[in-house]
């Protein structure tokens, strides 16, 4: 599937599916899955960077557990916006996937969102340690929860009606 805007995710919200958030990193992967409503982001993991094949692997087994529709990939780009090596990986690992899944996947400027992550987890005074260990799930759940907030409220996107979908999968 290729890569898609967030505008585009409408055929592919059904109700039961999930929208996963992924902060790559060069050693770890943090993972976060929305709510059964998609307006929560909540992190899950942190998966240890291996080759592609058994990352691709782990995620694939992940999204279908988890019943995953659509996955916001954070996009490391520069404070001044532009493009650099870590932008380049992310775009060839998304391509690697689009090759093995028909789940699409939605770029999202991820800007600050590991700062953001951090001081989190500083004001809920997590030790350093616990910190290291869980910064790149709260990192991808702050890249989810920024896609989840943009789907609720901009007015281009309210068509989704999302919470049509919330509704039908808090029935279901």
């Known amino acids: ?13 059904k109700p ?29 993991l ?8 058994r990352d691709s692997e ?26 650099g090596p870590r932008v380049q990986a992310t775009r060839a690992f998304v391509r690697n996937m689009n090759a093995l899944t028909n789940i699409p996947f939605v770029f999202w400027d991820e800007r600050l969102s590991t700062v953001a992550a951090e001081r989190s987890l500083i ?3 997590i030790s350093r340690k616990r910190r290291a260990q869980r910064i ?3 990192a991808a759940a702050f890249i989810l929860q920024g896609a ?20 039908k999968a808090l029935q279901g």
Do not use: W, Y
């Not at 599937?1 to 919200?13: K, N, R, Y």
């Not at 958030?21 to 899950?44: E, M, W, Y």
């Not at 942190?46 to 094949?53: G, I, N, P, Q, Y």
């Not at 989704?160 to 919330?166: G, M, T, W, Y």
């Open 148 to 167: 989840l907030d943009r789907l609720i409220s901009e007015p281009s996107l309210r068509k989704l009606s999302l919470f049509n979908l919330r509704d």
């Open 58 to 83: 782990a995620l694939l087994n992940i999204f279908q557990k988890e019943e995953i529709g659509i996955c916001i990939i954070g996009l490391p780009l520069n404070m001044n916006g532009s493009s």
């Open 123 to 125: 004001n809920m005074n």
């Open 136 to 138: 790149d799930s709260v």
């Open 46 to 53: 942190s998966l240890k960077r291996a080759k592609f094949f």
């Open 1 to 13: 599937m290729p890569v898609i805007d967030i505008t585009e995710t409408e055929s592919f919200l």
């Open 16 to 44: 039961g599916i999930r929208i996963a958030g992924l902060d790559l990193g060069k050693k770890t992967i943090g993972i976060a899955v929305s709510d059964a409503g998609l307006s929560l982001a909540n992190p899950r």
